[in-house]
């Protein structure tokens, strides 16, 4: 089966891995040219994930029979809905359905209008009128840009944004850029991703995983895409419980239906809430309408079922709630991203990989925004690669993961306290005292 892939980061070669090893031939788009992406695709297209007609117009002679849309900037574009066009039903989300992560404001009266839990107090403001009111009786508030912007549209007070003023300042420039800005209540807990699969009507949930969004080790610098993540062997985090599971799941499959009602059309691809377990409960920080990067890491490399049946039941509109197995183990994924990531990225680097001796460390390697020319293989602005470690436990994992990183070389860094004991302590006891 011909399966177009969008996309060129670690997410997308760990998708189509998995994607190749059962079975399906492989039409990959990509900017950057990704190595371990090219080595599995039968033909690669370069261009931009948002270059869209190009990308259809590459694809529909090819008798390709589902895309796989990895990143969200094509799905705002609407690539799916361009795609069924030519005949190619997609693994993701029409543009109307992916307001779930393209429109903060989308998701937040949705939950609402449904009367589904996990909201927290909020206001939509499309001018700055009655922004600093809010948000001095909310006290400590999240201002979350409305659009898409690439990781930077979400600032929190007493982490980003230090007064009122520097909120209102903020809030102010979201409205210019995107004509609205959503102001809500900030949740204090701990935050976990369940990443789920849907064909529109049947929910299925995965292996709970926690990113680490800041650069530095001990959650300390600027923000990032995500410098890696971790995942237990009985499916929840050590400081979660099965309700907390359930209760996000609860949400999820409440948010597909509403979906459905709201939109006249069946959302059929990935649902990745981040959730917020806190005192009251777990309550929604936001969907993605793709799959969490580096946490799909976590969790397809485990995934024992066919991805490409799961895939295809999912476009043909027959997934069943027992489709997919994952094994009983941890993962830790670290990032490997080139010098000043987070501020100002040094790109252009040569890095070097062993990738034998990291498989030989019981790792998997997944190549990001990298770049193969000239015999060599270069660095760019975002995250470089991910390593990721598989064992009965999560500090197994950690191990392996950080024996692989001995294998990789270059102007880089990455963050060694993800998965170690002692961190993973540190939010057992944080989350503990939260729920006392
Ligand atoms: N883990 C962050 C993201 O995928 O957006």
């Known amino acids: 089966m011909r399966v177009l892939i969008v996309g060129g980061g670690a997410r997308e070669h760990c998708i189509a891995r998995k994607l190749k090893e059962d079975g399906a031939e492989l039409y990959t788009s990509m900017n950057n040219l990704n190595p371990g992406l090219a080595r599995l695709s039968t033909e690669v297209l370069r261009v931009s994930d948002t270059e869209i007609s190009s990308i259809v117009e590459w694809s529909k002679n090819k008798d390709i029979k ?3 849309i990895g990143p969200e900037a094509p799905l705002g574009k609407g690539i799916v809905d361009e795609l069924v066009k030519v005949g190619i039903p997609s693994v993701g989300p029409s543009k109307t359905c992916a307001r779930l992560e393209t429109s903060k404001s989308f998701t937040r009266n949705l939950l609402e ?10 206001r939509v403001f499309t001018s700055p009128d009655g922004i600093r009111e809010f948000l001095e009786q909310l006290g400590e508030y999240v201002i979350k840009d409305e659009g898409l912007a690439g990781g930077k549209g979400v600032k929190l007070s007493g982490e980003h944004l230090a007064t009122v003023d520097e909120g209102v300042e903020f809030a102010t420039s979201c409205i210019k850029k995107s004509g609205a800005v959503v102001v809500e209540e900030k949740f204090v807990g701990e935050e976990f991703s369940l990443q789920c699969i849907t064909d529109g009507i049947t929910v299925i949930g995965t292996p ?4 680490h969004k800041r650069a530095f080790e001990g959650d300390t610098g600027p923000n990032t895409g995500g410098m890696g993540s971790y995942s237990d062997s009985n499916q929840l985090l050590p400081f979660l419980t099965q309700a907390d599971y ?3 799941m609860d949400i999820t499959r409440k948010v597909c ?10 959302y059929r691809g990935i649902m990745y809430g981040g959730f917020i377990a806190t005192r009251k409960g777990v309550r929604l920080v936001e969907y993605n309408a793709r799959f969490g990067d580096p946490e799909v890491m976590n969790v397809i490399p485990l995934l024992e079922s ?13 997934l069943e709630p027992g489709m997919a197995r994952f094994s009983n183990k941890a993962t830790v994924c670290k990032y490997v991203v080139p010098k000043g990531y987070g501020v100002k990225s040094e790109a252009g680097h040569p890095l070097h990989v062993n990738e034998k001796a990291i498989e030989e460390a019981g790792a998997r390697l997944y190549y990001a925004a990298v770049d193969q020319r000239d015999g060599g293989l270069y660095t760019g602005t975002s995250r470089a690669l991910g390593v990721v470690g598989i064992g009965d436990t999560i500090s197994e994992a950690e191990q392996k993961a950080e024996r692989a990183l001995a294998h990789v070389k270059g102007h880089v ?6 998965g170690t004991a002692e961190a993973i302590e540190k939010k057992i006891e944080r989350m503990k005292r939260i729920r006392a």
């Not at 209008?113 to 909020?122: A, L, Q, R, T």
């Not at 860094?413 to 993800?418: E, L």
């Open 257 to 266: 239906k509403a979906l459905h009602d709201e939109c006249g059309q069946l």
């Open 66 to 68: 589902m895309a796989v």
């Open 208 to 211: 709970l995983a926690q990113d």
């Open 413 to 418: 860094f990455m963050r060694h306290d993800i």
């Open 246 to 248: 359930d209760a996000a």
């Open 306 to 318: 066919s991805l490409l049946d799961i895939f295809k039941a999912v476009i043909e509109g027959n």
């Open 113 to 122: 209008k449904y009367n589904i839990p996990g909201n927290p107090e909020f």
